[in-house]
């Protein structure tokens, strides 16, 4: 499963120990709701350093930013007995399950982002469940994972809002896929034919030289396709498929890792999701990929991220990220965890 092996892989290097993960996360804690949620438009009202430097998202983002805390806290140790982050994830995942068994509703599927965001939750509660072995938090996977699977478009991928109308997106595509991928690892996947469909679709919207994912008219340079690109090389790898195999996966590779990460005080050109994701991949391929990608990643995250993850939020661009900081904290939290812990990921438990 994805970013809770990264929490349970290896041990963190000698020179990162004093690293907490109880200083990592405790922007995230300080800002969780008393239901267990997290709230991606008010958090702002919390405080004067989240309401200076801090980006609202918008009122219906509730399900992503809190599926993407619950994430980055499991992954930091959340889901270990004694684990320092125990109690609020348990209030999350109490929330989240209730939100996924809202989802078949109709009047919760009016966001434009209503399946993307459901695809994160379902990652959330796929992941929880397989280090729990709770029951009930399984039934809710279940219930996760059945949306995405009714969701499915004839063609194999997802649109962002769910609808039979709306053309499928990689960008969205990617998310469902990784999650069914963990869903599978989980045993709460009520078939494989989805994530295959999925992979079928990501692999057909591939660039054969350049390894992009388009889809559509999308701009082969614009945001929306770096995010594709991405998530489609991470579940490939996860599916098992090499670099030395498939030439386009290495195209993609190195475009990802050829431009670092941007950083600037107010948030302009910060994509916290991408270098997230990108990182992940890159720790996946390891090699020069990753020895690449750390070059240019490590004053990104030492210089910056690593005080803001505890005293947050992390700024990002609204045009890149529009859940806002609560989904920029998570994302920078889940790349500190990849980037300290060197593990791997589905597959290699």
Not at 151 to 175: I, K, N, V
Not at 182 to 204: H, K, M, P, Y
Not at 222 to 251: F, I, M, Q, Y
Not at 329 to 346: F, G, H, K, N, P
Request: aromatic letters at 6%; charged letters at 20%.
């Amino acid at each position: 499963m994805l970013p809770a092996a990264l929490a349970l892989a290896v041990s963190i290097p000698p020179n990162v120990q004093d690293n907490a993960p109880a200083r990592r996360g405790n922007w995230l804690i300080l800002h969780q709701e008393a239901d267990g949620r997290w709230d991606a438009d008010g958090f702002a009202l919390r405080g004067p350093e989240a309401a200076r430097r801090g980006t609202p998202g918008g009122p219906f983002d509730d399900v992503a930013v809190t599926s993407l805390a619950l994430l980055a806290l499991v992954a930091d140790g959340g889901a270990a007995e004694a684990a320092p982050y125990r109690e609020p994830v348990a209030r999350a995942a109490d929330w989240l399950a209730g939100e996924a068994e809202l989802a078949a509703v109709p009047r919760a599927q009016e966001h434009p982002r209503f399946l993307r965001h459901h695809a994160l939750a379902t990652l959330a509660l796929c992941e929880l469940a397989y280090f729990t072995q709770d029951g009930e938090l399984a039934a809710a996977a279940r219930r996760a994972v059945r949306v995405l699977e009714e969701r499915r478009r004839a063609d194999g991928g997802w649109s962002a809002d769910g609808a039979s109308t709306t053309p499928s997106d990689g960008w969205t595509t990617g998310w469902a896929a990784l999650a069914l991928a963990s869903a599978l690892d989980a045993g709460v996947a009520g078939e494989r034919a989805a994530f295959e469909a999925g992979l079928d679709w990501i692999r057909g919207h591939t660039d054969s030289e350049t390894g992009l994912v388009l889809d559509g008219d999308a701009d082969p340079g614009s945001a929306a396709t770096r995010k594709a690109t991405a998530l489609a090389l991470l579940c490939r790898l996860v599916a098992g498929e090499r670099l030395d195999e498939h030439p386009e996966l290495r195209a993609a590779a190195a475009t990802l890792t050829g431009t670092p990460p941007a950083w600037s005080e107010d948030g302009a050109a910060m994509d916290p999701e991408l270098t997230c994701v990108t990182t992940l991949a890159a720790v996946q391929i390891g090699g020069r990929t990753w020895s690449r990608w750390h070059k240019s990643l490590k004053p990104h995250l030492v210089g910056h991220v690593e005080t803001l993850t505890a005293a947050g939020p992390v700024p990002v661009d609204p045009e890149l990220v529009p859940e806002g900081s609560v989904a920029g904290t998570a994302y920078a939290l889940l790349t500190l965890t990849a980037y300290y812990r060197y593990s791997r990921i589905i597959g290699a438990r």
